[in-house]
């Protein structure tokens, strides 16, 4: 199934929720915010959501800035 | 030292503010932020690039700093709110710097955008800084707004020209009550030192300190010079006039009588 994260698709081989799709991104340590479908969602939630064809993500990090 | 900057319900003892943009490398920024003494230090928000991930620069910021997400990037009062909620739900505290801006020449703020997304941001429970041009009707709508401080440009962003707004800043340290923080434009620590002591609360550098060849010298160059303007603020300059008056005693000269 395909889903879209940061504006690009991405294919996913199985049905995973939001947490482990971090941990697959190798970002659970960093401190990240994730926008889905249009709707910002706290770390805790991230268990409960599954994803499913056609989602759309906005994973955003902090970078330098003044 | 009682003197302290009264922010967001904190009272902090350093009255520099630190950006963590255009560092040579991010190692060089826990350094840069302990030489500048900085409580406050500011970031930005960007999407996470999958193809070529870089380290997350919050894991170079000081555990004990305030973090002050900003929301650059943002043309609208609805595009600063949703960036300020993003940094929210990541972990990084309250605190945001509104910055919209949709002139990409001189990257001036938008006013009338600012003072929407203060009042918004404000009502969702941050605090709120606003980086503003220094116009003082706008300054007085973000403070009755509930902006924890004002944020007024000295010139520029990034362009190290000083304090070009020294007459409207000077306005809004008398006309404000929240205090007034100068955000851009600062190149030296003698621009620091120069708003510091016409009775700013803080400066906010990045630039400056970031692009120096030296950037944690640099950093303890502008402790030094804000600490110095705050303590002549302070203490209150002496009256400038337009003739010479004698410092040393005008009688008892030694071929008088």
Redesign the interface.
């Known amino acids: 199934m395909e889903i879209t994260v940061n504006g690009k698709p991405e294919l996913l081989n199985r049905e995973i929720n939001l947490e482990e799709f971090i941990d697959d991104k190798g970002l659970s340590d960093s401190k990240v915010a994730i926008e889905y479908n249009g709707e910002i969602l706290q770390p805790a939630e991230w268990q409960e959501v599954v994803l499913t064809a056609g989602d759309v993500l906005e994973i955003i990090k902090f970078v330098g800035g003044g | 030292m009682t003197d302290k900057l009264e922010l967001g319900g904190e009272k902090l003892a350093s009255r520099l503010l630190m950006?963590?943009?255009?560092?040579p490398s991010?190692e060089i920024?826990p350094q840069a932020i302990k030489a500048a003494d900085s409580q406050v230090v500011?970031?930005?928000?960007?999407?996470?690039?999958?193809d070529s991930?870089?380290e997350?620069?919050?894991?170079y910021i000081p555990e004990e700093v305030i973090l002050l997400?900003?929301t650059?990037g943002a043309r609208t009062a609805e595009e600063a709110v949703?960036i300020a909620?993003?940094?929210r739900?990541?972990?990084?505290g309250d605190w945001v710097k509104i910055e919209v801006i949709s002139d990409h020449k001189y990257l001036l703020p938008d006013n009338q955008e600012t003072i929407r997304a203060t009042e918004i941001l404000v009502e969702e429970g941050f605090v709120v800084l606003p980086y503003m041009s220094p116009d003082l009707m706008a300054a007085k709508k973000m403070a009755a707004a509930g902006a924890a401080a004002v944020m007024p440009l000295g010139a520029p962003?990034?362009t190290n020209k000083g304090l070009r707004t020294q007459d409207l800043v000077e306005i809004l340290v008398e006309e404000i009550e929240v205090p007034i923080i100068v955000d851009?434009g600062i190149g030296k620590p003698s621009h620091a030192a120069q708003a510091m002591e016409l009775g700013v609360e803080a400066v906010?550098v990045?630039?400056a300190i970031?692009t120096a060849d030296d950037p944690v010298r640099m950093a303890k160059a502008f402790a030094q010079a804000v600490e110095a303007g705050r303590e002549a603020y302070l203490a209150g300059a002496g009256p400038v006039r337009d003739y010479a008056e004698a410092s040393s005693p005008l009688t008892g000269f030694l071929e008088e009588g």
């Open positions: 950006g963590t943009g255009k560092f991010k920024i500011t970031m930005a928000l960007r999407r996470v690039d999958f991930p870089a997350n620069v919050i894991n997400p900003n650059s949703r909620k993003l940094a739900a990541a972990g990084c962003i990034g851009a906010l990045n630039t970031a």
